[in-house]
């Protein structure tokens, strides 16, 4: 039997950027797609309640209360950031239910194995009362079924599981892969000192208790570590933002310091203006103290085109959350990114007929950039014109569809990194995983080997790190700039005749690149026939993380 592991898609993010769709597919008929997804309920089963339980008092609403307001009034209650967010979303999200139903219906011997292990990380509190209970939380469950198991499932990354993590293991690689601990205490673990029991007692029968570990990244790090067990037995792993994040110089120490950890950054603590936020944390009981240490539950990441995708069809998504919430954090997931990284020309000169720019980038962040589900890609897009205005030189530019132009896509060899780019090839930071025969794949029951991993490392970055051996780069050798939070790439092409040129480099991103759209609608499943039908639909044109420009 093949090796188990969670299949985390979605969520805050091997690359299929050369799987284009087969000629062949179109000789099968497809099914029908995917119907809408029930809408929530509430529930309350031995360990979980849905979010509706918890927003009796962490939801402000519109009843005047000024409790979980930042400095400007604004609501920032943790239901009303979080009910937006991947995860939220975590066990709704299209893509994911494509890459799930893909898996069982090339493995349908496995189906129950799969079943449970997909559901781990993306609909954790169902998959976990299932395990004691029946119904189990099945891919036909989780979408269609009305039972309670499903209706916690569909919750996503709720909050009656996040907060019942306990401090077991975590930062161990038991811990990984969705290895986390949750038993049947009802305690309710947060930030915050001496929290008053009573209230939370009474109208839910959880016991709030104060630990330092739910600000821990090794938290976050129980699903956002994801090891596979390759076809020979091999270990591969497809995303490691927490040891990338141990191997950065952001982690100072791991005590959940504000912009050290992963919540420091994807669950910021400040007002506007960079104070930090001070408010009460729940509406009910009236009169509670403000409290610092209190986090906007956004949960950003990089995921703003599939936020984007589910506004556009949220009728289907059916969560219930409105259009303008899913597309206000997408637009924060947006300036989020454009946060990640810095881009510099450091040298430009034009040499008899031939020309040389320089463009370094600069990664911001505590983890390689881009990090997450390996669909995700940055490029440089390098235009070079005259004082005319007139196009003299390019590389990484894009069509209306968001596909790389000037690349053939399902070359893999295309795509390989270089310390120097000419004409008609293009610097894409991606990590690209491979089956047995080499070929890019999106399904983890498919890996054999990372075939490309050249995203930018974080500052901090040192090759001697107990963990290097999982988070290695592949596929920089001889490139000597690239470097701890850092790579300089040098383009060379000639200046048609021109003496002075202005050069423009910005480094551009995508969640869910057109070729893995592509890629699914080779599994020919009614979930994947639902998310084609919605991805072809949304603009997927990369947005600028960083720009410059430079005369020379």
Same mark, same amino acid.
């Given at each position: 039997m ?6 985390? /898609? ?30 929530? &309920? ?46 939220? !979303? ?10 799930? $139903?893909?898996e069982?219906a ?6 129950? $194995? ?10 954790? @509190? ?44 975590l ?21 915050? @000192? ?99 240490? =209190?986090?906007?539950?956004?949960? +950003? ?38 946060k ?23 990664? !911001?962040?505590g ?5 997450? =589900? ?23 530019? =894009? ?50 080997? /990372?075939?490309?991993d050249?995203? +930018? !490392?974080p &500052?901090?970055?040192? $090759? ?5 051996g999982?988070?290695?780069?592949v ?13 300089? /790439? ?39 026939e ?23």
């Amino acid at each position: 039997m093949k090796g188990w592991v969670v299949v985390v /898609v979605g969520v805050l993010g091997g690359s299929c950027s050369s799987a284009p769709v087969s000629p062949d597919a179109a000789v099968f008929d497809a099914p029908p797609p995917l119907p809408a997804l029930p809408e929530p &309920k509430a529930v309350e089963t031995e360990q979980f309640a849905s979010s509706t339980y918890c927003a009796q008092c962490h939801l402000r609403g519109d009843g005047g209360s000024t409790a979980m307001s930042d400095a400007a009034g604004d609501d920032v209650s943790p239901i009303k950031m979080w009910r937006g967010s991947m995860m939220a !979303l975590a066990a709704r999200d299209p893509f994911y239910l494509a890459v799930f $139903e893909k898996e069982i219906a090339e493995n349908p011997a496995e189906q129950e $194995e799969i079943e449970a292990l997909c559901t781990r990380c993306h609909a954790p @509190a169902g998959s976990i009362a299932s395990e004691r209970e029946e119904p189990k939380i099945s891919f036909h469950e989780l979408t269609a079924g009305t039972s309670d198991n499903a209706a916690i499932g569909r919750d996503g990354i709720t909050c009656s599981f996040c907060h019942q993590i306990r401090d077991r293991n975590l930062g161990l690689d038991s811990s990984f892969s969705g290895g986390f601990s949750v038993d049947f205490a009802r305690k309710m673990y947060g930030p915050h @000192a001496n929290p008053d029991p009573d209230p939370m007692e009474m109208f839910i029968r959880y016991t709030p208790v104060y630990s330092e570990h739910i600000q821990s990244s090794a938290l976050c790090a129980t699903c956002h570590t994801v090891i596979l067990t390759g076809l020979r037995g091999q270990e591969v792993v497809e995303q490691a933002p927490y040891l990338e994040w141990q191997n950065s110089s952001f982690n100072l120490e791991e005590d959940g310091s504000l912009g050290t950890s992963c919540q420091g950054c994807h669950m910021p603590r400040t007002n506007a203006d960079g104070t930090p936020i001070e408010t009460a944390i729940a509406k009910y009981p009236e009169g509670l103290i403000r409290r610092g240490r =209190y986090s906007r539950h956004t949960l +950003i990441g990089g995921n703003n085109f599939m936020l984007r995708l589910m506004a556009a069809y949220s009728d289907w998504v059916g969560s219930n959350i409105a259009d303008e919430e899913l597309l206000a954090n997408a637009g924060r997931s947006e300036e989020h990114l454009r946060k990640a990284a810095s881009v510099e020309v450091v040298e430009a000169s034009v040499q008899a007929d031939e020309a040389t720019v320089d463009v370094r980038i600069d990664n !911001l962040t505590g983890h390689k950039l881009p990090t997450g =589900y390996p669909t995700r890609r940055a490029w440089l897009h390098v235009t070079v014109r005259n004082l005319a205005g007139d196009l003299v030189f390019e590389s990484g530019g =894009y069509d209306a569809d968001g596909r790389i132009t000037g690349l053939a896509q399902s070359d893999l060899a295309a795509t390989a990194h270089s310390n120097e780019i000419t004409t008609g090839q293009v610097q894409i930071y991606e990590q690209v995983l491979v089956d047995a025969e080499g070929t890019p794949t999106l399904r983890a029951l498919d890996v054999d080997a /990372v075939a490309k991993d050249n995203r +930018i !490392l974080p &500052k901090g970055w040192s $090759e001697t790190h107990e963990q290097i051996g999982r988070i290695r780069p592949v596929g920089v050798e001889g490139d000597s700039d690239f470097a701890a939070g850092t790579d300089t /790439v040098r383009y060379r092409f000639p200046t048609a005749g021109n003496t002075q040129l202005e050069v423009e480099a910005e480094l551009l991103y995508q969640s869910v690149p057109p070729a893995a759209i592509d890629a699914t609608a080779n599994f020919r499943t009614a979930a994947s026939e639902r998310f084609v039908e919605m991805a072809t639909q949304v603009d997927n044109r990369p947005i600028a993380i960083a720009e410059t420009t430079r005369l020379f």
